[in-house]
């Protein structure tokens, strides 16, 4: 079974730009997650998708990020206008819809924002 | 707001030893309690406790949940350098606010 699939692996991008991740979760997965370790902190909460539904955004920081799931089935996390304090590694994770659930992570994206 | 605590931050230790890696936690809809190993990259899965007083083992490795005190222990016998990593745990919640909280992580390195 593949695994979660994040890329980029790394990005390098300046204030007020735009970059978008992408998260290609495990196949059959309903759910999936997005998070985010900043540096020096934990790793936090950004939402819950179950398939192409927002189930739970009660994580995202603000107004600049947006995730979409077209379909249900791979997912984007676009930041628009990047801002210093976005910088940090942001993981996706998906699992499927029994219980007890089964998160499998990816690699993450380390983000920096200069 | 829920929290998980880890303890200790950091620690070292030589080959051979055995540690005892701590997390308390304060949820509300508590659900599970897991444990993951993160190296390089991805955080990979150890154990899932769901009751408390019963231990679950994996080779070297095991854990127990206490519930009415709110914390769970996971141990490692015999360490092995490929051991170091970062210990993270993170505790599970249900009922529409399905997440996982973590802790800051214990950052474990086995001197050869």
């Known amino acids: 079974e593949a695994g979660v699939t994040q890329f980029p692996s790394h990005s390098v991008i300046e204030k007020g730009q735009t970059v978008t991740l992408r998260c290609d979760p495990i196949?059959?997965?309903?759910?999936l997650y997005w998070y985010r370790r900043v540096m020096g902190k934990e790793i936090k909460f950004l939402l819950h998708?179950?398939?192409?539904?927002?189930?739970?955004e009660s994580g995202m920081p603000n107004n600049r990020f947006l995730a979409e799931r077209t379909g249900g089935t791979y997912s984007t996390l676009k930041v628009q206008p990047a801002e210093l304090e976005d910088s940090g590694v942001y993981f996706c994770?998906?699992?499927?819809?029994?219980?007890?659930?089964?998160?499998?992570f990816g690699s993450g994206t380390r983000l920096t924002v200069v | 707001e829920d929290k998980v605590v880890q303890s200790p931050l950091s620690l070292v230790v030589h080959e051979g030893d055995t540690v005892t890696l701590n997390c308390s936690y304060e949820?509300?809809?508590?659900?599970?309690l897991l444990w993951y190993k993160q190296e390089k990259k991805a955080p990979t899965f150890l154990f899932m406790l769901?009751?408390?007083?019963i231990e679950k083992k994996s080779g070297r490795l095991s854990s127990i949940l206490d519930k009415k005190e709110l914390f769970s222990i996971l141990n490692i016998t015999a360490t092995q350098t490929g051991d170091s990593a970062i210990y993270l745990c993170?505790?599970?919640?249900?009922?529409?606010?399905?997440?996982?909280?973590f802790g800051t992580g214990t950052r474990l390195t086995i001197i050869p």
């Open positions: 994770a998906s699992s499927s819809r029994g219980l007890p659930r089964r998160y499998t």
């Open positions: 769901t009751s408390s007083g």
């Open positions: 196949s059959g997965h309903d759910n």
């Open positions: 949820v509300t809809n508590f659900r599970s």
């Open positions: 998708f179950v398939k192409e539904s927002k189930q739970d």
């Open positions: 993170a505790v599970e919640s249900n009922f529409g606010n399905e997440k996982l909280t």
